[in-house]
């Protein structure tokens, strides 16, 4: 029997905001649907783990929904779905609305590289019979989580006559996988003395691929000489050919349920993939026309800065939008001052095996839903967009209004770290922009983890936008 409330539990329900767990709040439908959609994400996650592939993938699924190659000289009319790739490594995807552009679109921007181990441009090598890639970290790594882990080989080669080879070793469980080496504990003593940011240095960065040596005594480097050979059978390259390629070791394996209830899932490259396929999927999931135009961009080169012709910083988005203005007979600048963005990325989540890094008031924690973040920033705010208290009342008013389960956080205690996303380069544009997106644990380790449930309200979030 529920004992009568007294008037201050009363009074404390109508005045505190509470948070609670998703699973407390959601139906068991609800948790079904949210448990299918993420094997779908765990499905395009699993192949999609450079921006070359997320970009591929995508595409492909959009083009099963009616999303054609984006034309300037064309004339597009409400409903219509189209694509843009820039360089394969960056694309945009668009439905026409059936209001006016100049009346402002809905943007969703998320990121589809993620931190790895590039290999340099003149990667092989053979040290005392063993055959190494030398490699230069891309992106924010601690480095010694990359040794003694399984590592495959993604990305392309581009041949002097202008061939692109793409390369994908290591994810077929019948393929070999790639090593950077560690240190046994018995002979580490020196090497434990070291800092944590320098037990693997980035020079130490080696993945090791062959031990095997060519049969013939006379050449020098023989182990060297007997995986170019394997290279030149299976692709036609030389040595000169990995100058112009991008090739990139990133952790090997699957996209994998994680705890005994499942509730989790484990994967390499959840940030920013895990915002960039819930924004991707409910545009292309939509039923009917939208209000407004709607348009996702996955972009390039976030976790080295935004900077270069795929990354955000670059004007592809403004010029996308000025192409689509013009062909309504409208300025760019016009329909970007109306428009709105979702900036969805990553956020820390709360680890209670770590409590003192955030502020847990102001933390995101999983399970808890979509993290919607007003300012990020480090040191003062500094660098960041910093979301209008009228976009943020909006953005709240909608999510309510959809039956969106989502929370605030902040990324880290004031003073201790902080970061930015690409939020403050929409911003620039004059676009009302904030940050949304799904806690992570482990940001960046090869395996990084999130809660499904948070995966499924982020979604259900840009379902809403979609439609708004
Ligand atoms: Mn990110
Ligand atoms: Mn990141």
New binding site residues.
Partial sequence: MDKKKSEAELLKEKLTLKRKHAGLIMSDKDIAKCDKYCKRYMDFLSVSKIEREAVFNTVKEAETKGFVPFDRKAKYKAGDKVYYVNRGKAVIFAVIGKKKVAEGINIMAA?ID??RLDLKQNPLYENEEHAYFKTHYY??IKKYQWGTIPLALHGAIVKADGTVINVNIGEDENDPVFCVTDLLPHLAQEQMKRTPAELLKGEELNVLIGSRPFKDDDVSEKVKLAILSILNDKYGITEADFVSAELDAVPAGKARDVGLDRSMIGAYGH??KVCSYTAFSALIDMKGIPERTALVILTDK??TGSDGNTGLKSAYLRYFISDLAEMFGEKGRHVLSKSRCLSA??NAGFDPGFPDVLEKRNAAIMSHGVCVTKFTGARGKSGTSDASAEFVAEVRRLLDDNDVIWQTGELGRVDLGG?GTVAAYIANLDVDTIDVGVPVLC??APFELVSKFDVYQTYKAFEAFCKS
């Fill in positions: 990121h993620s931190p992106g924010g940030d920013d976030e976790e990325d990553v970061g940001m960046h």
